[in-house]
């Protein structure tokens, strides 16, 4: 396949419509419906459904497109490697995650790392539990950090930490010096993430279980503004992993409590990344830092919080 066609191919990808490219590349709109054509005529095989709406690309075409990009990803690598880029020379991580980990986690510990490792550059994108394992097959990304409940396909996991459902309140809340019950909840104001949320899905399932019905008061897909309504209301209480409120809840005053049920502890956080994926000394070398500093702030944040889990 020639460059040209590829090129071409990208850009009707990127744009959604032939004449979208003809202006991004600045070549007629002739020119490139004349090249997608000689691409599919090589391949054998359609890749888009032509619409009024623009071109979508169908099985085929994302098969092609998934391929150029882990292509282009790992040509870059080879250049990076080539020009000796190493851990102390820049270069870029691109690092996908769900909404609770990009609240406070993450860019406490980019910020970390960045300390070490001046030149390194940080791409963070945000999506849900079901786009992350998506974009690390598509090559993406060079790492995912994402509560999970089952296996996945096309990852590796480097690291696995428990990540059980807790729930979060004010430190000075009626609930915060006993043990808690999911029957406990109905009595206060409750505040949930939406139902795409892992988190929500294992607390529905709890309740159903447990005959309890919980009618949330605010409900949330950015886990920032359930944290803040919760920090604004009286008596307020959310659920959460303590990894995504452990660098911000002790100095707003919140405190962390457990719930002992089984179906509440049947989440982990992940780091993933493409199976077969070659990486960088720098890669190896945030991955092993991000190991040390989660299993760190698990065990300081298990014992500022008396918690108790698996």
């Known amino acids: 396949m020639h460059n040209t066609e590829i090129r071409y191919f990208m850009a009707v990808v990127s744009t959604g419509s032939i004449s979208a490219a003809s202006q991004q590349l600045f070549v007629a709109i002739s020119a490139i419906s004349r090249q997608i054509q000689r691409l599919e ?11 009024p709406r623009g071109m979508q ?21 080879v250049m990076a490697e080539l020009k000796g880029i190493k851990a102390a020379d820049q270069t870029t991580i691109r690092v996908v995650c769900t909404d609770g980990l990009a609240f406070t986690l ?4 980019m910020a970390r790392f960045r300390q070490l490792h001046p030149r390194v550059s940080f791409f963070l994108s945000v999506g849900t539990a ?39 309140m004010k430190a000075d809340h009626p609930l915060a010096t ?50 803040e309504f919760v920090r604004q209301t009286p008596n307020a209480i959310s659920v959460s992993s303590h990894y995504s409120i452990l660098c911000s809840a002790r100095q707003d005053g919140m405190t962390i409590k457990t719930i002992n049920r089984d179906q509440l502890s049947q989440r982990t956080l992940q780091l993933q990344t493409e199976m077969g994926k ?26 500022d919080f008396a918690l108790q889990f698996r």
């Not at 005529?41 to 619409?51: A, D, I, M, P, Y």
């Not at 993450?106 to 510990?109: A, K, Q």
């Open 41 to 51: 005529n090589r391949l054998g095989v359609t890749l888009f459904e032509r619409s």
């Open 57 to 77: 690309l169908n099985d085929s075409g994302h098969i092609l497109a998934n391929h150029v990009r882990r292509s282009m990803a790992d040509m870059e690598l």
């Open 106 to 109: 993450l860019p406490n510990l």
């Open 130 to 168: 079901r786009q992350v394992p998506d974009l690390v097959r598509n090559g993406e990304c060079d790492l995912a950090i994402k509560f999970s409940l089952a296996p996945e396909s096309g990852v590796e996991v480097l690291a696995s930490f428990p990540s059980p459902v807790l729930v979060f």
């Open 178 to 227: 006993r043990d808690i019950q999911l029957a406990d909840l109905n009595a206060w104001p409750i505040v949930l993430p939406d139902q795409s949320a892992t988190i929500r899905q294992l607390f529905d399932l709890s309740c159903r279980m447990n005959n309890v019905f919980i009618d949330p008061i605010f409900t949330s897909n950015h886990f920032s503004t359930l944290y």
């Open 278 to 303: 070659p990486r960088t000394a720098i890669l190896n070398t945030f991955f092993s830092f991000l190991k040390q500093e989660l299993h760190t702030l698990d065990q300081q944040c298990r014992q």
